[in-house]
């Protein structure tokens, strides 16, 4: 259980790794057979880039890793074999359809919401390869909402929790980009809403944080997952262009004094999505206290640890 009050905020993770050992392949694990990433080392380094984008607020520790032989059940109740999957990752094509996995029957077969309940466990983490139907994030819970995916409504757990879905043929930034969008979705929630459609004069703070040049000419802060304060497009997080940002004066924040400079990709990485995904988390405002607007003045609360606080938690249907 994360503790009321702590400098650090420790975060149990239950990690399932859908990783079969390949019996024809000598009892190499999927990800060896098809040379992907190898998950822990994946989940080390994520760990480990979000505890420093925090400035060290967030440590997240694995109180349960269990690497499973089996592949997940779909939400249609098909479930891959290696020879089913090897197929189609030999021959690329005929994957099952529909691609989505069966979150409630995964929860149930490995008792995660006991767990949850029990308070041994905060978030889970779900590793796998690509088809076997993972959200990026999914909140599951009394009070849950949309997290980047549709909620999944359990009044059979008594806190809402985060499902992460990681894929082992990606790296480390796209698992930063699934935080990302989940930090999107939460803050949107706590905030009421997020649109790029509202004047700049009428933004919410978390409105302000996300603006580029593109949307708001000359009032770019921090910009999104998907576009840096320069970005044009979707991922443009490599273009060249000098624009004028007060990203830096967030990390003030909510002493902010509306102070400018010049950045470009140069900034965050020249186009590496991990690089810009830690440049733009850490910006993320983690300061004691609430803000001018009532709202904590450290996000990563809100992100986190979400069930303690009412404009986080969400409300029960």
Known sequence: ????????????????????????????????????????????????????????????????WQDLDEFPVKADGFRDTE????????????????????????????????????????????????????????????????????????????RSFVVMGFSYERGVGEMLEDFGHRTESIMSEVYGGWSYDTPPDKQTTWGRFTLTEKVAPGLAACGNVHYAPNSQKDYDWGNPRVVWSTCDDWLNYPNLTGTKRQVSRADWGGGDGRAYQKWWLSHLPKAPGRGPDGKLANWWKYLVDFNRYPESRGKAE
């Open 83 to 158: 020879q089913t999957y090897l197929g189609c990752f030999r021959s690329g094509k005929g994957w099952h359809q529909p691609d989505g996995v069966d979150y409630n029957a995964v929860m149930a077969e490995f008792g995660v919401l006991d767990r949850v309940n029990a308070g041994d466990v905060d978030e889970v983490w779900l590793f796998g390869a690509p088809y076997m139907g993972y959200y990026e994030s999914q909140m599951i819970g009394p009070t849950a909402y949309w997290c980047n995916s549709p909620p999944i409504i359990s009044r059979a757990a008594t």
């Open 1 to 64: 259980m994360i503790p009321a009050s702590s400098a650090v905020l420790a975060i149990n993770v239950l990690v399932l790794s859908f990783d079969p050992a390949i019996k024809s392949e000598g009892g190499k694990r999927l990800h060896e057979v098809c040379r992907w990433n190898d998950p822990r080392q994946l989940a080390d380094d994520y760990a480990r880039d979000l505890a420093e984008a925090s400035g060290g607020f967030v440590s997240y520790h694995i109180a349960d």
